[in-house]
Structure formats: C-alpha cells, structure tokens
T-cell receptor, first 112, second 111 residues
Framework: SAVISQKPSRDICQRGTSLTIQCQVD?????MFWYRQQPGQSLTLIAT?????????ESGFVIDKFPISRPNLTFSTLTVSNMSPEDSSIYLC?????????FGQGTRLTVV | LAKTTQPISMDSYEGQEVNITCSHN???????ITWYQQFPSQGPRFIIQ???TKVTNEVASLFIPADRKSSTLSLPRVSLSDTAVYYC????????????FGKGTKLSVKP
C-alpha cells in the first residue's frame, strides 16, 4: 500500500483566485496522477506528472488552468488557477503501485 | 482503454451476498480488470484485480468468464459499511495510474 497525504483537505475560495494543492507520497514513485471528481460524478484524469519533465494533460485540461509541479519523486502540486464556481470539485492525486492505484483523500474545493 | 458498463445502483440487505456485474466487450488481450470502492469524501480504494477465471482475497471475489467480456464482483455477507460506489475498470495491468473511470455502481446496504 501507499500513504498519500493531500493538503488542504478542503477549502472555500473566491472566484478569480488560485489554489495550490499538495500531494506527498511516503515513497518514491515515477508517475503521479491528478484527478477531478465533480459533484455526484465519477473521476476524470486531469494530467500525469513525471519528475523532471512537463506534465501530460488529458483532453479538456490545459497547463495554464492547471499548472503542475513535480520537484521530486515523492511530491507534486496541482494549482487550480483563476477559479470559477465550475471548478468546485474534489481533486485527488494517485500513484500506481504495480497492482492497482492508490489515491489520496482528496481536496474538496468550493469556489464562491 | 476499454469502456465498461455497470448498473447505476443496487440495493441489498445486511448479510446478503452482492454480485455486481460489469460489461467490457472491447477488452484487449493485455487488459486486466480492476475494481475500486469509494466511500463519500474519500478517494477510491483498490479492492481486487484479475485477468481470467476467479480471484479471491479477504474482501471480495472476482469472477471472469472465458471470453472476458464481463466480470462479476462478489461481496460476501455485506454490512452497512459496504455502502459505497464500486467502479470496474479495465486496462493494462502494468500501468494502473492513468485510469478511465465509468459511472460506477452505487451500492446501498440496508439493515
């Protein structure tokens, strides 16, 4: 198993501002993944974060809106920029441990 | 990655066995079948993974027929705490990070 810590666990933000979400893993991993889960919906992959290279974004997600950092093999951040109420979601990071993925508890973001 | 189809919801009572079936008609030769459980306000949790026939662990069993176009997650003697959303995913077992989640099955266990 993997221990994944996300910060903050929840936040309420004003529209137009940005929030940076941190994800810390208890051991080194090559790839980290960021997901979004909108209210009542399933998870959608935002991007894959590799250490030492730019993140790879899925269709519908762009770097200007969701910049990602991956400074080392145990840590990543996702920033939600210029937020609007439509960005209100749970944001989750995950890692692959060879057999199944492990997820953090998520960050519940509410934009007002 | 193959698309999956599951029932949107299921109801059960405590102590019953629950079987959730997932269809994945376009599963590829190198795809594994993985099930996750998600409680409200938590990230998904890995339950079980299989490739063919039957896999059993301390939590559940996974039945996969020979054609692999479907699979059934079996939860023995469910309790109220098994109320959750269950997701079936198929994909390359060697790369379980970039997952495509379907809508999942919301299981409600009643006393």
């Amino acid at each position: 198993s993997a221990v994944i810590s996300q910060k903050p666990s929840r936040d309420i933000c004003q529209r137009g501002t940005s929030l940076t979400i941190q994800c810390q893993v208890d051991s080194q991993v090559t790839m980290m993944f960021w997901y979004r889960q909108q209210p009542g919906q399933s998870l959608t992959l935002i991007a894959t974060a590799n250490q030492g290279s730019e993140a790879t974004y899925e269709s519908g997600f762009v770097i200007d809106k969701f910049p990602i950092s991956r400074p080392n093999l145990t840590f990543s951040t996702l920033t939600v920029s210029n937020m609007s109420p439509e960005d209100s979601s749970i944001y989750l990071c995950s890692v692959d441990r060879g057999k199944g993925a492990f997820f953090g508890q998520g960050t519940r973001l509410t934009v007002v | 990655l193959a698309k999956t189809t599951q029932p949107i919801s299921m109801d059960s009572y405590e102590g019953q066995e629950v079987n959730i079936t997932c269809s994945h008609n376009n599963i590829a030769t190198n795809d594994y079948i993985t099930w996750y459980q998600q409680f409200p306000s938590q990230g998904p949790r890995f339950i079980i993974q299989g490739y063919k026939t039957k896999v059993t662990n301390e939590v559940a069993s996974l039945f996969i027929p020979a054609d692999r176009k479907s699979s059934t997650l079996s939860l023995p003697r469910v309790s109220l705490s098994d109320t959750a959303v269950y997701y079936c995913l198929v994909g390359d077992g060697g790369s379980q990070g970039n997952l495509i989640f379907g809508k999942g099955t919301k299981l409600s266990v009643k006393p």
